[in-house]
């Protein structure tokens, strides 16, 4: 089976369209990955590109990104509500489908050397890739941001980088760089409108409190109904089947109903067919007997 | 959304390998149709080749891989167990994703007029291109194999072809065309020994006795389990969900449960979309949300 991952580079360029096209033409170039998508904000002065395909391709389409973005994006002149210490401000590399979390670590740091040595820019590895333990949240990396970091990276030997010099790169600043799992985000709406029930049902399952693995529940209201909102940052271990199926045995508890769910936004192939194998009993369905997963093998 | 149709031509040469790479590759050449499989057996002495693309590189591919078989078989020279009429046997046209059937009922007749005037062979149509009654079934058009309709296409009026010469080409015989749907094969495997209850379940939902549309099934025995067998001949009717819950409430009432199930071969994402769709009441979950699905957009 191809291997296939996704990685989401954003950028600290949310307004000038023609840079942020040109950032993504770089990545286009690039035979065998494709980008999906390019979105940005202008008030958070930040873009995003997601490009999927196999992991060199993929690779070599962000570090065209990055060089581009290196070169059209002067941090001494951005400013934008979204936290960022550099031009290319973090970069997750995801495992989609046949490749492992583990290689998406392997390539992070394959990125973090050729980014270091290069471009002379300081590399930060977070999530899974992260080395010290207070730099596997994304929030503590970026602590005081481009400005804070400036003088920080120089002289605190805790904000020293990962890979690179310990000094900003004079405009593109910093990159966090780092593999993280696949995150399904998944909705389920009760037949209430008590929002206590979501909120109850939503404390139980959530990981935190013992419940599911990988899942982050909350509990809100929606169009007049109860919404347990969820992310699951595991889908391997518990999918949203597994999440429907849990929600739909608490909620009997309340004698309430299950009225609509809502996958949000994307979902690897993996994930549905797993769904499918679950809850049908059919362990031997493989995403290979999808006719659209073959057409670009 | 992007047009996806599969066409699956059947070829009267199962032996000579060189040949039915020939006709492989003729399909192969055409950029934007896939050669997703290609099938030989010996004893029938025929193959078939299964090509998907968009509506028109499919056209295209199925009619090279025609012309070269014509260009390749005799007829004359053929002998094999299974029925056949022609060098190409019949092709089929089957909607997979954002296409109807009519545009396939559409593709059929278009490739049925191109392979009559350039080919100069008679060209049946069958299935949901059938013009007349007694040419749906393909083993009505193909009664009477080669040999018979050698004769009877020059003095019958019942078996005039409905595109091209009423006699057969001299080496490539005749052609069926067609356009039919989907056909998902799906079985369920109960957690009974007996084969009785299987019979019964089947015979209770098969469309023929009243049951649900598009379902033909069997209770066959299956590594000492009770299976039921079945084609889902109409899966945006009838989809592998529904079957599955039919028949779970049907074992309950023989007080039996469900031990696996096993969908067989391939499957229009649109399938697995449908039924997840379904089973979790996400009623706006769709193709374009599959990431795999936007990779060859």
């Known amino acids: 089976m191809q291997k296939l991952i996704e990685c989401v580079p954003n950028f600290s360029e949310g307004r000038r369209v ?18 999906l998508d390019v979105e940005w904000d202008r008030s958070h002065n930040r873009s995003l590109i997601t490009i999927v395909g ?10 065209e990104a990055i060089k581009t973005a290196t070169s059209l994006i002067d941090m001494n002149k951005h400013k934008g509500e979204h936290p960022r210490i550099g031009a290319t401000d973090v970069v997750p590399f995801v495992p989609v489908s046949g490749a492992s979390i583990k290689e998406c670590v392997v390539l992070s740091n394959k990125l ?23 730099r596997v949240n994304l929030a503590d990396v970026r602590k005081g941001e481009y400005e804070g970091l400036k ?37 389920v709406n009760l ?7 979501a909120k109850k049902i939503a404390s139980r399952i959530r ?14 209201k929606v169009g007049g ?6 992310n699951l940052v595991d889908y391997q271990k518990t999918n949203f089947d597994t999440a429907f199926r849990a929600i739909e045995k608490e909620a009997k508890k309340f004698k309430v ?41």
């Open 207 to 220: 990981e935190k409190n013992g419940g599911l693995v990988g899942v982050k529940a909350l509990g809100f």
């Open 112 to 134: 973090g050397r050729k980014v270091a040595r290069d471009l002379k820019i300081p590399v930060y590895l977070y999530e899974a890739s992260a080395i010290k333990a207070d």
């Open 257 to 297: 109903g299950i009225k609509s769910s809502e996958i949000y936004g994307m979902i690897p192939l993996s994930s549905l067919v797993k769904a499918v194998a679950t809850t049908f009993k059919a362990k031997d369905f493989g995403e290979e007997q999808v006719l659209e997963k073959r057409l670009y093998e």
């Open 54 to 63: 196999a992991p060199e391709p993929v690779f070599k389409a962000v570090y």
């Open 18 to 35: 023609a840079v942020i096209q040109k950032i993504a033409s770089a990545a286009r170039r690039v035979r065998g990955a494709k980008v």
């Open 191 to 197: 037949d209430t409108h008590d929002i206590a029930v």
């Open 151 to 187: 003088n920080e990276i120089e002289t605190n030997p805790h904000r020293k980088p990962d890979y690179g010099p310990s000094k900003l790169h004079p405009t593109a600043g910093a990159v966090v760089i780092g593999a993280r799992k696949y995150l399904v985000a998944f909705n």
């Open 225 to 230: 109904y109860a919404q347990i909102s969820m």
